[in-house]
């Protein structure tokens, strides 16, 4: 009996300790812990950003020989700071493409065509192919024949996909966009918008991860110039 008692008792502190573990991990970050964490996960220390409001900063850093930049801006709102964090990747490119809700069709003669497409048939310039994976959005860029090329690729098709969303009122939108020739992955602390802040993370797996991922649009633009 006494020894049925004892290994209960060790069973019980041993998983009341594995329980209390993953509580730690799992709790969210505060935001001077998180800047720590990305500091020595990337090996690079923070500065602030010039010009920004509120207790802003930012992490530049390489990964694999290659720029990296971690932001994490802060507004003052009515009621309380807010924080919106992204992820950038420069290149040598000035390209633009940027996602917005998909306009509405007109009817043209026989057909119909939305109005990017009739301001392309205007300037008898080369149409934009949105991928079947992206066709709820409209798409702006400033290089139709570099972003053609560049969602001709698979894994970019795969990687834009992957960060499709929904803001909180129905419309289509992505946390993934790319403007003049930067990169850029936003987070998102609330709603159901994806990625989520990496003050959740427990570890920055999740970082490499995303950094891998807009490496291969970099790659991809670069190959392109």
Same mark, same amino acid.
């Given at each position: 009996?006494?020894?049925?008692?004892?290994?209960?008792?060790?069973?019980?502190?041993?998983?009341? +300790? &594995?329980?209390? =573990?993953?509580?730690?991990?799992?709790?969210?970050?505060?935001?001077?812990?998180?800047?720590?964490?990305?500091?020595?996960?990337?090996?690079?220390?923070? *500065?602030?950003?010039?010009?920004?409001?509120?207790?802003?900063?930012?992490?530049?850093?390489?990964?694999? /020989?290659?720029?990296?930049?971690?932001?994490?801006?802060?507004? *003052?709102?009515?009621?309380?700071?807010?924080?919106?964090?992204?992820?950038? *990747?420069?290149?040598?490119?000035?390209?633009? +493409?940027?996602?917005?809700?998909?306009?509405?069709? !007109?009817?043209?003669?026989? /057909?119909?065509?939305?109005? =990017?497409?009739?301001?392309?048939?205007?300037?008898?310039?080369?149409?934009? $192919?949105?991928?079947?994976?992206?066709? %709820?959005?409209?798409?702006?860029?400033?290089?139709?024949?570099?972003?053609?090329?560049?969602? =001709?690729?698979?894994? *970019? !098709? !795969?990687?834009?996909?992957?960060?499709?969303? %929904?803001?909180? $009122?129905?419309?289509?939108?992505?946390?993934?966009?790319?403007?003049?020739?930067?990169?850029? &992955?936003?987070?998102?602390? =609330?709603?159901?918008?994806?990625?989520?802040?990496?003050?959740?993370?427990?570890?920055?797996?999740?970082?490499?991860?995303?950094?891998?991922?807009?490496?291969? +649009? !970099?790659?991809?633009?670069?190959? &392109?110039?």
């Amino acid at each position: 009996m006494i020894q049925f008692l004892a290994i209960t008792v060790i069973v019980l502190l041993v998983g009341g +300790i &594995l329980f209390l =573990s993953s509580q730690a991990n799992t709790r969210k970050k505060t935001r001077d812990e998180l800047k720590r964490i990305i500091e020595k996960f990337v090996d690079a220390k923070s *500065v602030p950003v010039e010009g920004a409001a509120g207790d802003s900063y930012r992490i530049h850093f390489s990964y694999d /020989g290659k720029a990296c930049i971690y932001e994490d801006l802060e507004a *003052v709102g009515f009621v309380d700071r807010v924080h919106k964090s992204f992820l950038k *990747v420069p290149t040598t490119s000035k390209l633009t +493409i940027q996602f917005t809700e998909k306009k509405h069709q !007109r009817t043209i003669g026989g /057909g119909s065509m939305l109005a =990017s497409e009739m301001l392309n048939e205007a300037n008898m310039g080369p149409r934009l $192919q949105i991928p079947k994976e992206l066709q %709820m959005f409209s798409i702006f860029t400033n290089d139709t024949v570099k972003a053609n090329g560049l969602f =001709s690729d698979w894994w *970019v !098709r !795969r990687i834009f996909k992957e960060f499709k969303n %929904m803001d909180r $009122q129905g419309r289509p939108a992505s946390s993934l966009r790319i403007m003049d020739g930067v990169i850029i &992955l936003d987070f998102h602390s =609330s709603g159901l918008a994806h990625p989520k802040s990496l003050d959740f993370e427990g570890n920055m797996s999740s970082l490499e991860n995303y950094i891998k991922k807009l490496m291969r +649009i !970099r790659d991809r633009i670069e190959d &392109l110039d």
